[in-house]
């Protein structure tokens, strides 16, 4: 009995250096020689400051800015705290949120549809992306706020999109923080750039 239980001990003490020790050491030393820019977590810095992540989305709450997809992570944006609404499509609590949110974009304008990602949050509620449609939306609005054409904002959306991934697996996206970042340097904003999440 003894012996098996030294066999035991010294199986467990084995897979602990392995697997505990000398594996978790590898892939972060890996990480960091091979991907410093993912292993830092994707910080995005301007002018020596950080701004955010390229991976987690932010709050744009300012109207001279692209606006991001809701978001139930915490109080939105949570990074220790990812999550969706998990509220059904049924459910009347739901159907309130996204009445109000559309109702909310109708005063940007009343006759085109609303795309989905602007009045839904995504599974994590940490979606740093919106799609195509959702920022050439916002263009108009954004265009009339800093006094700049149209076409230049439009621009500025085509630059920024993301395709799919290896051209098919997805959608084509747009990072958010990335185009206002870009927006910022064709004028000044009128607000604040974002809510600290």
């Known amino acids: 009995m003894f012996q098996e239980l030294r066999a035991s001990l010294g199986l467990f ?3 602990f250096l392995v697997t505990g020790v000398a594996y978790p050491l590898c892939v ?3 990480g960091q020689a ?3 820019y993912q292993a830092h977590g994707s910080l995005v810095v301007d002018a020596g400051k950080i701004v955010g992540s390229a991976l987690i ?3 744009f709450s300012g109207e001279a800015y692209f606006h991001s997809r809701p978001s139930y992570a915490g109080n ?3 990074a220790a705290n990812s999550s969706g609404s998990n509220l059904a499509p049924t459910s009347s609590n739901f159907i309130a949120a996204v009445t109000e949110r559309v109702e909310k974009l109708r005063l ?3 006759v085109r549809s609303i795309p989905v990602d602007l009045v839904t949050a995504s599974g994590s509620g940490l979606d740093p992306d919106i799609s195509v449609d959702a920022a050439r939306f916002q263009a108009a609005r954004i265009a009339k706020v ?3 054409p149209l076409a230049e904002v439009e621009r500025l959306i085509v630059a920024h999109i993301t395709p799919r991934t290896f051209g098919f697996l997805g959608e084509k996206r747009i990072n958010v923080l990335a185009l206002n970042q870009a927006l910022d ?3 000044s904003p009128s607000s604040p750039a974002a809510e600290t999440p």
């Open 13 to 15: 003490l084995f897979l």
């Open 28 to 30: 972060t030393f890996l």
């Open 34 to 36: 091979l991907f410093p």
């Open 57 to 59: 989305g932010q709050a």
């Open 76 to 78: 939105g944006y949570d």
């Open 108 to 110: 940007d304008d009343a």
């Open 146 to 148: 800093r006094s700049l």
């Open 185 to 187: 340097t064709l004028s």
